[in-house]
């Protein structure tokens, strides 16, 4: 649910996903990557920072919007072996991330059209990112569910 991009030297801003997004997804289980005090959050159980949710087993259906930077490519790894979710992150289609764990192991990926306007930890938009995103679904009903949810974009099914 947080996007952690780096400010200044040794802070951090969380972007969270909008809520109106995950819910056109449909229902989530759990979501590894809550902020430790969440202005809403997007699935029924939720780890934070404090649950070091990267090492704890995960269940049911995942939506996930990774810390990004350093270490971002272990929670998409995570949620590819799991199999079962939804993640957002930058659409940067050259990556080594998106080699090792995305064009070959997706079910599908959502181009979001435009830029999404995050919110911050006290439930505000804020401005939008540097970069465009995009939906990675695992899992054949979340391949279905992102492709029907009418999140405006391109849908490219890749299995």
């Known amino acids: 649910m947080n996007v952690t991009f780096e400010k200044?030297?040794?802070t951090t801003i969380e972007w969270l996903t909008p809520p109106e997004l995950v819910k056109m997804l449909g229902e989530f289980d759990l979501d590894p990557?809550?902020?430790?005090s969440p202005p809403f959050v997007h699935a029924t159980?939720?780890?934070n920072l404090n649950d070091d949710g990267l090492t704890k087993e995960w269940f049911g259906r995942v939506y996930m919007n990774p810390p990004y930077?350093?270490?971002m490519e272990k929670w998409i790894e995570k949620l590819k072996i799991h199999g079962n979710g939804i993640a957002l992150i930058f659409a940067r289609t050259e990556t080594k991330c998106f080699f090792n764990?995305?064009?070959e192991d997706a079910d599908a990926i959502l181009f979001?059209?435009?830029?999404?306007?995050?919110y911050n930890?006290?439930?505000k938009q804020m401005g939008t990112p540097g970069a465009p995103s995009i939906f990675i679904a695992y899992?054949?009903?979340n391949a279905i569910a992102l492709k029907n949810s009418g999140i405006a974009g391109k849908f490219i099914k890749l299995k």
């Open 69 to 71: 930077g350093r270490g």
């Open 139 to 141: 899992g054949s009903e």
């Open 101 to 103: 764990h995305i064009w």
């Open 8 to 10: 200044a030297k040794n």
């Open 45 to 47: 159980s939720n780890f």
């Open 33 to 36: 990557c809550t902020p430790i």
């Open 121 to 123: 930890l006290q439930g």
């Open 112 to 118: 979001v059209k435009g830029r999404i306007k995050f």
